[in-house]
C-alpha cells in the first residue's frame, strides 16, 4: 500500500524533476497546493499551460517570443544597434545582461552549447543560424558572452576561428565572472564590469 493517493505522488514525482527541486521541497509544495484553495492551484496550471502555449522563439536571435511572432521585442527595436551582437547560451541569459541596463545591442540566442561529450555538436545548436546572420554585413563585432565554464570557453573559442575570417570584431566577456558559474547568477555589477571590460580574441 501506497502512503499517499497517487494523484498527490504523481505531483511530487513531476516537482522533483524541476531544477533545485529535491523529494522534500516537492512534498512540502504538492501539500502547499493541496491545503490552497481550488482557484489558486488551478491559476498555477493555467499559468503553466499558457506559458508553453503562447510563447515561442524569435525567427531571427532565438529568444523567447510570444506565440505567432516572428521576431521578438528586442530584434523589433529600432532603438538597438544592429551593428553590436552579443551571443548567449540560454535565454536567461539575455535577461541578465538586460538587467545591467549598459547593453545597447542585440543578440544571439545559441539554445545550448557545444559539447562533445554530451554529444551536442554546432547542429544540435542555433550555431549556423548566427554564422548566416552575420553574412549581410550588418555586424561590426559579436560580444561572445558564453558562461566561463569548459564548454562555454570551448564554444567560445569555436566561435571566434569560424568568425574572425568574416572580417568581425569578436571580444569575449572579460574574466571577473565565477569560473565554472553561470552568467544567469552572476550579480549585475560583475556582468556590467564584464562586458564594457570585454576582451578582443585574436
Ligand atoms: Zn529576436
Redesign the pocket.
Known sequence: MRALPDPVQTLIDRLSRLPGIGPKTASRLAFHLLKAPDEDALELAKALEEMKSQTG???????I?LAGET??????SENRSGEVLCVVEEPLDVLAIERTGSYQG??H?LMGVLSPIEGIGPDQIKVFPLLERLKNGAVREVILATNPSMEGDATALYLQQRITPMGIKVSRLARGLPVGGDIEYADQTTLQRALTERQSME
Open positions: 522563439h524569435c525567427e531571427q536571435c532565438f529568444n517570443t521576431l521578438c521585442e528586442i530584434c523589433r542585440k543578440y540566442v
